[in-house]
């Protein structure tokens, strides 16, 4: 049977017709797969947080290991737009459906071989935490749960980059909307049980990841069948290497910008607990505003997503100009929209701070830190969505340079000067911060700018 070419398919509305119908089409329903997402890791830290201090941190350490072992499955899902986005916008669906195929096969691959990484060095890596006693062994019991949920959750990560890429965002939120109700639900359930079933405690908060992610791998292959990727289990499901190879090209720049991102707010952490007294507060404001930053992030990123898919699809029907026009309407729309939310931010800080933080010096610096940042977030929308204009043409390792040079260049070394050589304690790192975000929103702003990323073939 023959496979027909995409310009039978309704995706091909995101290379014609009106740009701001077609973000519009493609941002909404990614605003709202971010919002699932953020509803699911506040209630994994609200269900703990019943069960008690330990159990709350256990949580909040399993889930930033578990962050950093699925990086491979962004990074990948990134490689797999790229590709896919641009097959598909030039017509070529045949191939669109190889490079799925392929993404599924190396994500599964890359899966399996970290799962048996996390069970065999188990003890290793929780001993990181510095956990004794029982909360060591519980600590134990979630990573190992987690490190059986990993081929699920790494299926369901790339299939939903595949949904994307093809412009079937719908089936992306359709996808996570069951997925998040039933973690979410399970959680409750599983943790406190119901009428005769007692529940099962913490270990309930994982094994309600485990089987909502297993029910995502279901419903994605469900999807798959009902959409335009029917057709992807009837081709050959062999390796190729130099698909392969392409796919990973294109990820290890994003896996980089993950990792790095991550080790430079370890970093800061370091950095203000040189301020010897202030220390602990300066540590507990920079948590209490990153958490309180993370809902200004999500439209950014979802936006960020939209935008990776949007220029790949019109880059690939041969419309450079068009995607660069995308590129500038929806990078200016997301500033505007953060701009917005981030004015109500700075304006009643107070409030929005004091039921996170408790203690009056804490609640006085996590003001402080809300009052400075708040001024680099248009910089911040520029910058990420920018960025995943770049990532969807193939850019990825120029959005990776910039990223990565400002983040160690200019914000890690600024905040080591300005707070603990100059004296200026906590304020000099929030103001690093601004300050290395404002560079790189111009530098990501002056590379898309330039052009380059029009030539490049993923």
């Keep these: 049977m023959e496979i027909p070419v995409i310009k039978q398919n309704s995706t091909i509305h995101l290379t014609t017709g009106s740009t701001w119908k077609n973000i519009w089409y493609m941002s909404w ?46 990074a990948i899902s990134i490689g797999t737009v790229a590709i896919v986005s641009r097959v598909v916008g030039a017509g070529n669906f045949e191939d669109a459906l190889s490079t799925a195929r392929q993404s599924l096969i190396f ?27 029982d909360t060591r062994q519980i600590a134990l019991n979630f990573f190992v749960i987690f490190a059986f949920a990993l081929a699920p959750n790494y299926i369901v990560i790339i299939s939903n980059a595949i949904f994307r890429a093809g412009g079937e965002v719908k089936l992306t939120l359709f996808a996570m909307f069951f997925i998040s109700l039933i973690n979410i639900a399970l959680n409750f359930f599983l943790v406190f049980g119901l009428f005769s079933f007692k ?83 300066a540590m507990a404001a920079l948590t209490n505003g990153l958490r309180i930053e993370a809902v200004i992030y999500l439209p950014a990123f979802a936006l960020h997503m939209a935008a990776s898919v949007l220029t790949g699809q019109n880059l690939g ?36 701070s ?12 996590t003001i402080r830190y809300l009052r400075i940042t708040m001024m680099s977030e248009p910089f911040m929308a520029l910058s990420v969505i920018l960025g995943g204009c770049l990532m969807g043409a193939g850019d990825t390792k120029g959005a990776m340079l910039i990223i990565v040079s ?19 304690g ?33």
């Design 406 to 424: 400002t983040l160690w260049i200019v914000r890690l070394p600024l905040a080591y000067l300005l707070a603990v050589v100059y004296g200026h």
């Design 199 to 281: 529940g099962l405690g913490y270990r309930g908060i994982a094994i309600s990841t485990a089987s909502a992610m297993s029910a995502g791998t279901i419903i994605s292959f469900i999807l798959f069948r009902r959409s335009m990727w029917k057709n992807i289990f009837s081709g050959p499901w062999h390796l190729s290497l130099a698909l392969i190879r392409r796919i990973f090209i294109l990820s290890w720049p994003a896996a980089l910008i993950q990792i790095s991102w991550n080790a430079g707010n370890i970093f800061l952490y370091n950095i203000l607990s040189r301020l010897h007294e202030g220390s602990i507060t």
């Design 426 to 458: 906590a304020p000099g790192v929030w103001i690093a911060m601004v300050i290395s975000m404002l560079c790189q929103g111009i530098a990501m702003t002056v590379r898309f700018r330039k052009g380059r990323w029009k030539n490049i073939v993923p």
């Design 107 to 133: 994500g599964l691959a890359c899966a399996m071989a970290l799962m048996a990484v996390c069970l065999f060095f188990q003890e290793l890596i929780i001993s990181l935490a510095g956990f004794s006693g």
């Design 29 to 74: 329903p990614m605003l709202l797969v971010m919002f699932l997402n953020f509803l699911v890791g506040l209630t994994d830290i609200y269900v703990a947080g019943f069960l008690g201090p330990e159990i709350q941190a256990v949580v909040g350490f399993v889930s930033q290991l578990y962050f950093f072992i699925i990086i491979v499955a962004n």
């Design 317 to 352: 029907a041969g419309e450079p100009v068009r995607a660069e026009k995308i590129g500038w309407k929806i990078s200016l729309s997301g500033l505007a929209f953060v701009s917005l939310m981030a004015l109500p931010v700075f304006i009643w800080a107070s409030a929005i």
């Design 354 to 365: 004091s039921p996170v933080a408790k203690d009056q010096k804490v609640l006085v610096e």
